[in-house]
């Protein structure tokens, strides 16, 4: 099946640092990729949605400036977390979806990565 | 407007005993329909999905689902549950190709 690997899985960082996550598709080609922000024990609340080559479409009350979105190739996303603060603090889960086949209209998501601001 | 119920936030049954988890959608046409399972710390696996034709779907982990049209629902069943199937059940629905929309979530308690 498909796969997306999202690294780092886990970090902590200090208040006003900056934070990179990544989101890869290993074995298929995602023109379409999704960041998702997950609070303790709800569903997930869509961040924002980035195509390739394009810039990231995102979701009513997301600060674009301060959740930064890259989709450079058809295999890697990355979001940026810039200044971050405590209230960032969160888990934070990207999925991808492909245009043909078995990828094609279904998102599969990457491991999550947990985000802990000091 | 578009939207995804998952009415039990959380469901206990016993190891061996059967399982249904509840999805009821809004939309004005077919939509895509999938459930994932989601282990604590770990993202979403994909269990299952319709996007048409037989609306009985046979999934991974011996999971199944039913698309009911007239319900507007796609209810989860396992006929035996085991004790690694704890986890939280994620209903979603897919629009036009281009929006997903996830449930509240359903937690599953396994009881030994």
């Known amino acids: 099946g498909a796969v997306v690997s999202q690294h780092p899985s886990r970090v902590i960082c200090k208040s006003g640092t900056s934070v990179k996550i990544e989101c890869r598709s290993l074995?298929?080609?995602?023109?379409?990729m999704f960041w998702y922000r997950q609070f303790p024990k709800q569903s997930l609340m869509l961040m924002a949605t980035?195509?390739?080559?394009?810039?990231?479409?995102?979701e009513q009350g997301v600060e674009k400036d301060k959740f930064l979105i890259n989709h450079a190739s058809l295999t890697l996303s990355t979001l940026t977390v810039t200044s971050a603060h405590p209230e960032d603090s969160s888990f934070y889960i990207c999925?991808?979806?492909?245009?043909?086949?078995?990828?094609?209209?279904?998102?599969?998501f990457g491991a999550g990565t947990r985000l802990s601001v000091l | 407007a578009q939207s995804v119920t998952q009415p039990d936030i959380h469901i206990t049954v016993s190891e061996g005993a059967s399982l249904e988890l509840r999805c009821n959608y809004s939309y004005g046409a077919t939509p895509y329909l999938f459930w994932y399972v989601q282990s604590p710390g770990q993202g979403l696996q994909l269990l299952l999905k319709y996007f048409s034709g037989d609306t009985l779907v046979q999934g991974i982990k011996g999971f199944e689902a039913e698309f009911k049209r007239s319900q507007s629902s796609f209810n989860l069943r396992k006929p035996s549950v085991h004790w690694s199937d704890a986890a939280e059940y994620f209903c979603a629905v897919g629009y036009n190709n281009n929006d997903m929309r996830f449930g509240a979530g359903t937690r599953l308690t396994v009881k030994p």
């Open positions: 074995d298929f080609q995602a023109t379409t």
């Open positions: 980035s195509n390739e080559g394009s810039k990231a479409t995102y």
């Open positions: 999925s991808a979806r492909g245009r043909t086949g078995g990828t094609k209209n279904i998102q599969y």
